[in-house]
């Protein structure tokens, strides 16, 4: 089973950083493209970044794409969200994405949610001004 863990959130002023790790705890081996989301309060899920099976691909919302940098780590289930320059409108609840591994997600998919299988809990994000 996969079962997607987040961490790394917290409360950080603007202009900071924070890096979130995601790691599938759950035994089973997906490795599939991998991204993370966010959720603003009253606000939809957003894509933020996104990023192929074998890393090669990777894929950024326009609002962070010059600050926030992602990678992944197959030996460790793992996908990692470097945030650089935080501002107050970062702040939200961050949310991690896996597809299955027999999925083919294109560049083009990597932003849309219906290209992911599996969904973590999310970790809070708060950026002070």
């Known amino acids: 089973q996969v079962q997607l863990v987040e961490s790394g959130g917290g409360l950080v002023q603007a202009g900071g950083n924070l890096r979130l790790t995601c790691v599938n705890s759950?035994?089973?081996?997906?490795?599939?493209?991998m991204a993370w989301f966010r959720q603003a309060p009253g606000k939809d899920r957003n894509f933020v970044a996104g990023?192929?099976?074998?890393?090669?691909?990777?894929s950024f919302a326009d609002s962070v794409k010059d600050r926030f940098s992602i990678s992944r780590d197959n030996a460790k289930n793992a996908v990692y969200l470097q945030m650089t320059s935080l501002k107050p409108e970062d702040t939200a609840v961050y949310y991690c994405?896996?597809?299955?591994?027999?999925?083919?997600?294109?560049?083009?998919?990597?932003?849309?949610?219906?290209?992911?299988?599996?969904w973590g809990q999310g970790t809070q994000v708060t950026v002070s001004s």
């Open positions: 994405a896996e597809a299955q591994m027999a999925r083919y997600v294109s560049r083009d998919a990597l932003s849309s949610p219906s290209s992911y299988d599996y």
């Open positions: 759950g035994g089973a081996f997906s490795s599939g493209a």
């Open positions: 990023i192929s099976t074998s890393g090669l691909t990777t």
